[in-house]
């Protein structure tokens, strides 16, 4: 029969590994130096899209589009300063209701040290809506490569109409353009 013997647990030397075990996770987080792993991020700024012909309510056509932004208010979390954000694509069967694009986005993202990354994202889904007033662009997708690679992106921009024409959808132009501040997520 084998016999066992306890030993009194020795507390300083518990608490000193506790305490520097807590320290160094604290100075090192997880993510650091790994932006694939890296919290999520939520930066502002400012994206234009057009879309040529312009997108009617009701009316299917084939729709080229392209969308730019400049995202210069992000947390220094994990080095990202800014980004910009590029998406474009010809969309058949396009109406200000229904807009089946699987384009391919390029975020390009600054960093503090003065450097740049790219990530490629392949758009998953585009929404475009109203909430009152205000038209609502909305761009979901999935990083394929580069910095965040495995995350989500959600891309929103939320515009208040010109006033003299408040269903751009209903005239006979359609809508040509999306303009006004944005946020880019990644979670």
Not at 16 to 39: D, E, F, H, Q
Not at 93 to 109: E, K, N, Q, R, Y
Not at 123 to 135: E, K, N, P, R, Y
């Amino acid at each position: 029969m084998k016999r066992t013997v306890k030993r009194p647990i020795n507390r300083p030397v518990v608490r000193s590994l506790v305490v520097t075990s807590l320290a160094t996770a604290l100075a090192c987080p997880l993510w650091a130096g790994t932006a694939s792993a890296a919290p999520p991020i939520t930066c502002v700024g400012q994206q234009l899209t057009t879309y040529s012909p312009g997108l009617k309510q009701l009316v299917p056509q084939t729709v080229t589009y392209a969308s730019n932004g400049a995202y210069g208010s992000c947390p220094v979390n994990d080095g990202v300063t800014s980004v910009s954000y590029s998406e474009g694509s010809t969309v058949p069967g396009a109406t200000c209701i229904t807009f089946p694009s699987t384009a391919t986005a390029t975020l390009v993202w600054h960093l503090v040290n003065g450097s740049t990354q790219q990530s490629t994202v392949r758009v998953t889904g585009i929404d475009i809506s109203a909430a009152g007033l205000t038209q609502v662009y909305t761009s979901v997708g999935t990083v394929q490569s580069g910095r965040y690679a495995g995350h989500l992106v959600n891309v929103t921009v939320a515009i208040i109409p010109d006033l003299t024409d408040l269903t751009p959808c209903l005239s006979p132009a359609g809508l040509t353009e999306l303009d006004g501040v944005s946020t880019l997520a990644v979670v």
